[in-house]
């Protein structure tokens, strides 16, 4: 099994900056893709960001360029470092991750960000 842990989350004003964590622990030698997802009230949730093992990484479109994926091996973590924030960033943010040897996705429980003046 894996457990995921998301911090960092808060308020912050239009076109500053935050940093997001999730910290991973349990199987995590078998996780190869992890990622970011976020969802608003009365949306769904959508894909902000992910990185599989090796490097790849894949961005939403209203994302591009003003956020980066990162994950840190040594600390089993995984950063979004998310720059030029807008209010339309306003969501709940989730840490996902992939475990391969049982095939199983997880889940955190999800951080608040919001971003207003």
């Known amino acids: 099994q894996v457990q995921l842990v998301e911090s960092g989350g808060g308020l912050v004003q239009p076109g500053g900056s935050l940093r997001l964590s999730c910290a991973a622990s349990?199987?995590?030698?078998?996780?190869?893709?992890m990622g970011w997802y976020r969802q608003a009230p009365g949306k769904q949730r959508e894909l902000v960001a992910s990185?599989?093992?090796?490097?790849?990484?894949n961005y939403g479109d209203s994302v591009k360029g003003r956020f980066t994926i990162s994950r840190d091996y040594a600390k089993n973590t995984l950063y979004l470092q998310m720059n030029s924030l807008k209010p339309e960033d306003t969501a709940v943010y989730y840490c996902?991750?992939?475990?391969?040897?049982?095939?199983?996705?997880?889940w955190g429980r999800g951080t608040q960000v919001t971003v207003s003046s």
């Open positions: 996902n991750a992939y475990e391969s040897v049982f095939q199983r996705t997880y």
């Open positions: 349990g199987r995590i030698f078998s996780i190869n893709h």
């Open positions: 990185i599989t093992s090796g490097g790849p990484t």
